[in-house]
Structures are given as C-alpha cells and as structure tokens.
C-alpha cells in the first residue's frame, strides 16, 4: 500500500477551489501559503478513531469470571475489564488504526505549506477495514480467553461501531480524492 504524492492546487477551507485565501502569510521565499483541504470522510475517520482510542481505554469490554467466593450466596466474583486488557494481541492493531487515521489530518493540515497532499485514504480504509473485522472476530464471534470472559459490554460494541466509523470515513476519502480529480493519472483503455 503505498502512499502517492500529487500537486494540489492552492485552496481554502472557506474560498472556492483554486483561489487563494484573501491575505495568507507568504513563505520567506515570497510566496503565499497555500492550504490544503482536509475532506470529510478524513475527519470522520479521525473522529472515530479518536473515539475508538477513548473507548479502547475508559469504557469496559469483557465480564471476567473472576475468583470463588468461598460464602455459598455468591459463587463467583464477577469483574469487567477494558479493552486494552481484555485484548491483548488487537489492541496494537487499533492504536495503529487509530494513529493512522488522526496522522492524516495532521498529515494533510501541515502539507499546507508546499501544496501537495499525500493520499493516504487506501491505508486508513484498510487498516479501518482490519480493525473491524478482528472486532467482528473478538466481540460477536469468538470471545477472547474462552472461559475466563464471560460476555461483552456495551465498550466492546462502541469499539466496533468507531472502528467502523475509521472504516467508513477511509472510504469516503477514497471516494472525496476521485471527484476531487486528483486521483492521478488514468491508463489508456485498450481497444480489443
């Protein structure tokens, strides 16, 4: 999955397509600054996974069968723990998801200056689309640590819904870059 690089026009997130922005700074060579614009779908996969992050941490996933309690009203201490304890492997997969989809809006706000802008839509939407499906996997399917979990909570369905969102958001840049006509240059068709 590589990233490509093409030139961009100079835009505005307030001015139309192509105009620069009424009194922009210049750069020491003289030049303005041109701005980049950040599409919807970058800020929705953004947005969800920053959720994703908050969920992952401050929100409980699993109930825990925990240790027996020796009265016999209660035969077992049940717990519930997070995200980031409960999976222990996929949890790096959502930080990198994550990181990969606030990067790009960081990515592409800083790529203001020399006005070119890096598509990085593939990346997110598949690293959205992984994260996603090892959810699907680990909270609907197969839960982790069979005995010890018990079931999921609601942490673990908000957790799938952001990684979604990533997923989705990912798309939507995909398809935002297209009609943008920045998609690059397009092969010949051949005729048969």
């Avoid at 800020?43 to 908050?54: E, I, K, N, R, Y």
Wanted: proline letters at 7%.
């Amino acid at each position: 999955m590589a990233t490509t690089t093409t030139p961009e026009p100079a835009r505005d997130l307030a001015a139309a397509p192509g105009s620069e922005a009424p009194g922009a700074p210049a750069r020491p060579d003289g030049a303005p600054v041109t701005r980049t614009r950040v599409f919807v779908g970058e800020l929705t996969a953004a947005a969800s996974g920053l959720l994703l992050l908050v969920v992952l941490f401050a929100t409980k996933w699993y109930g825990v069968a925990g240790v027996p309690d020796p009265s016999a009203a209660r035969p077992a201490i049940s717990t519930a723990e997070s995200g980031w304890n409960g999976l222990t492997d996929v949890r790096w997969v959502i930080v990198a998801t994550a990181v990969a989809a606030v990067g790009t809006v960081v990515l592409h706000v800083t790529q203001r200056r020399h006005g070119t802008r890096t598509d990085t839509s593939r990346v997110v939407t598949a690293l959205g689309c992984l994260t996603a499906l090892l959810l699907v996997y680990r909270v609907l399917l197969v839960l982790p640590t069979g005995g010890r979990v018990i079931d999921q909570k609601l942490g673990a369905v908000l957790g799938l819904v952001c990684a979604l969102g990533v997923a989705l958001g990912g798309y939507e840049s995909i398809s935002e870059y297209r009609r943008s006509g920045r998609a690059g240059p397009r092969r010949p068709q051949r005729d048969h």
